[in-house]
T-cell receptor, first 113, second 115 residues
């Protein structure tokens, strides 16, 4: 079955560490997205990519980095510069076009030790 | 910039009663509109979308939504709530004038279904 796979489901980070969240899709989607979800705040866009080797900052990109070397993969690195990284992170993908819905993975919950 | 307002962060309904979740957008040009549902510790699942065809849109699990341009609204309804409808619901918009399909989400409405 086609879908979006995020791993790991739970991740713990020590102070000063960088961590990378994985997102893989086999839906042949061109565009991929990373969101951060905090309780009661809905979803906020971190980064998005519409094609391979290109990506743009979203609304809250500070302290995060991404790469898009393959169509299927869009890993997110939470750097030590992100001072409040504890959150639920969701990856999504879609075909191009504003009328195309985004499909979501099951998320990674990141916590600080 | 687009914005989306979901009135009521929590809604409590009795099983079998009407579910009504409100969503209003701010845009001079009607955007593309989506409703998603999220169960605990899971991703979002698309319920339905409005992309300028019929204004009454039917989705999965018995949900439907009506686009009203004059009210800049896209409220979600279900005639009879089921226990399995307990979840968080998000309204989202995509600016049809923009390249790509970035979504702007509302803050979400958590639905509690009482037996």
């Amino acid at each position: 079955d086609g879908g979006i796979t995020q791993s790991p489901k739970y991740l713990f980070r020590k102070e000063g560490q960088n961590v990378t969240l994985s997102c893989e899709q086999n839906l042949n989607h061109d565009a991929m997205y990373w969101y951060r979800q905090d309780p009661g705040q809905g979803l906020r866009l971190i980064y998005y990519s519409q094609i391979v080797n290109d990506f743009q900052k979203g609304d809250i990109a500070e302290g995060y980095s991404v790469s898009r070397e393959k169509k299927e993969s869009f890993p997110l690195t939470v750097t030590s510069a992100q001072k409040n990284p504890t959150a639920f992170y969701l990856c999504a993908s879609s075909f191009q076009g504003g009328n195309q819905p985004q499909h979501f993975g099951d998320g990674t919950r990141l916590s600080i030790l | 910039a687009q914005s989306v307002t979901q009135l009521g962060s929590h809604v409590s309904v009795s099983e079998g009663a009407l579910v009504l979740l409100r969503c209003n957008y701010s845009s001079s040009v009607p955007p593309y509109l989506f409703w998603y549902v999220q169960y605990p510790n899971q991703g979002l699942q698309l319920l339905l979308k409005y992309t300028s065809a019929a204004t009454l849109v039917k989705g999965i699990n018995g949900f439907e939504a009506e686009f009203k341009k004059s009210e800049t609204s896209f409220h979600l309804t279900k005639p009879s709530a089921h226990m399995s409808d307990a979840a968080e619901y998000f309204c989202a918009v995509s600016d049809r004038r923009a390249a790509g399909n970035k979504l702007t989400f509302g803050g979400g409405t958590r639905v509690l279904v009482k037996p």
